[in-house]
């Protein structure tokens, strides 16, 4: 299996623009998280799904923000408008539920976004 | 609020070395702790700890669990350069919150020659 894949690897905008990242899970997972990385906060959960449902969006910052999983093999993560404060990296990890729980987490590579 | 704190945040050692990271936590309704390591691109998995007192191991890395004090530490003995990387603790509740992991801010080890 290839893994959890992401797009792009790395995204540089302006700020105001739209920006959308991409993920693959891995075939036969029925969670997906989104996450995200800063030096300042470490690993913060966004959102996640199960079943293609979306669980908890807790963790997503504001209204800007916006994920979606269509279906078992695509989620999309949306910020529009993009900030500058909105840099960091994110991570995408799915997961197969073990005993009614995620199990372990599986992350693809991330996506490094940078918002000028 | 649930949390989990790692000491130290960042450590030097000499190959050879033995090193101790610990991670503490307060979550309601413990159901798991992991363990990862984040080398420059994305965290991988070591460990899943779900009852006290189990040691597991694989290879010079080893964890516990100790669910009365709530703290795991992640031993790695006979250091090689290949472990300087961010070791990353991540603590899962049950329950209203299931699926939700929390994760420490990291202990980051760097491995001298």
């Known amino acids: 299996d290839a893994g959890v894949i992401q797009s792009p690897r790395h995204e540089v905008t302006e700020m105001g623009q739209e920006v959308t990242l991409r993920c693959k899970p891995i075939?036969?997972?029925?969670?997906l998280f989104w996450y995200r990385q800063t030096m300042m906060r470490g690993l913060e959960l966004l959102i996640y799904f199960n079943n293609n449902v979306p669980i908890d969006d807790s963790g997503m910052p504001e209204d800007r923000f916006s994920a979606k999983m269509p279906n078992a093999s695509f989620s999309t993560l949306k910020i529009q408008p993009s900030e500058p404060r909105d840099s960091a990296v994110y991570f995408c990890a799915s997961s197969f539920g073990l005993a009614g729980g995620p199990g372990e987490l599986f992350f693809g590579e991330g996506s490094r976004l940078t918002v000028l | 609020e649930d949390k989990v704190v790692q000491s130290p945040l960042s450590l030097v050692v000499h190959e050879g070395d033995t090193v101790t990271l610990n991670c503490s936590y307060e979550?309601?309704?413990?159901?798991?702790l992991l363990w990862y390591k984040q080398e420059k691109k994305a965290p991988t998995f070591l460990f899943m700890l779900?009852?006290?007192?189990i040691e597991k191991k694989s290879g010079r890395l080893s964890s516990i669990l100790d669910k009365k004090e709530l703290f795991s530490i992640l031993n790695i003995t006979a250091t090689q350069t290949g472990d300087s990387a961010v070791y990353l603790c991540?603590?899962?509740?049950?329950?209203?919150?299931?699926?939700?992991?929390?994760f420490g801010r990291g202990t980051q080890l760097t491995v001298w020659p």
């Open positions: 979550v309601t309704n413990f159901r798991s």
């Open positions: 991540a603590v899962e509740p049950r329950g209203s919150t299931l699926g939700r992991l929390y």
């Open positions: 075939s036969g997972h029925d969670y």
């Open positions: 779900t009852s006290s007192g």
